[in-house]
């Protein structure tokens, strides 16, 4: 099974708000974890890389990974119209060549 | 600073006609692939290449083939364009050859109306 579930939204919060993006996932091979941004008529670019359980920060973003509850989840703190955008999420099993495991992403919009 | 650049950007084709979109990376990356993107569908595997020279089925090749070029190029071709393939396609590229799943580097896509 390669299925990862999202939420396609749309979340709508207040400037400044803290935002939770979330996606589960049903195969426990999956170790590798990341989180893209896509603004419209944008490709996808990477925002966070994880591997394996834990936390990872980069400024105002933070990426967590719950193994066990096959749950992963994107924090944002003080959000920005700026990041009004859609979120996927992506997650790998490693070694294979096909690549990556998407969701379908969430549209996130920021209410100045 | 290009990373991965697809050409055209905007194309209209009628039905039966055919096409090549191209890509090409300049990150010295092994793996590419092709992607389309639908509403409520996600973004989807139509084929990938893991290194040149090599290429293999997505989830949803039928209708459409490719070429590995060399190891900065990937092309995909419409044969005979149908309505059902109308959607965004997107390129990416990503490091590989190696037993982890890196991040993959996308372009800024190639939306495609057939008529």
């Known amino acids: 099974q390669k299925e990862v579930e999202q939420d396609p939204g749309p979340l709508s919060v207040p400037e400044g708000a803290i935002v939770s993006l979330n996606c589960t996932y049903s195969?426990?091979?999956?170790?590798?974890f990341m989180w893209y941004r896509q603004y419209s008529r944008k490709g996808p670019e990477l925002l966070m890389y994880?591997?394996?359980?834990g936390n990872k920060e980069d400024g105002r973003f933070t990426a967590q990974v719950d193994k066990s509850s096959k749950y992963i989840s994107l924090f944002i703190r003080d959000s920005q119209p700026s990041d009004s955008a859609t979120y996927l999420c992506?997650?790998?099993?490693?070694?294979?060549?096909?690549?990556?495991?998407f969701g379908k992403g969430t549209h996130l919009i920021i209410q100045p | 600073n290009a990373g991965v650049t697809q050409t055209p950007k905007f194309q209209v084709l009628k039905t039966g006609q055919s096409m090549t979109l191209q890509c090409a990376q300049d990150m010295n990356h092994n793996s590419m692939y092709w992607y389309r993107q639908d509403p409520g569908m996600g973004l989807r595997l139509i084929y990938y290449s893991a290194s040149e020279g090599t290429t293999d089925k997505g989830e949803v090749p039928n209708g459409y083939n490719v070429s590995r070029l060399n190891k900065r190029e990937f092309s995909l071709r419409l044969e005979s364009a149908a309505p059902s393939q109308t959607s965004v396609y997107f390129c990416a590229s990503e490091r590989g050859g190696g037993s982890s799943n890196q991040p993959q580097h996308f372009g800024d896509g190639t939306r495609l109306s057939i008529l």
């Open positions: 195969n426990s091979a999956f170790q590798y």
């Open positions: 992506a997650t790998g099993s490693g070694g294979g060549a096909d690549g990556l495991t």
């Open positions: 994880t591997y394996s359980s």
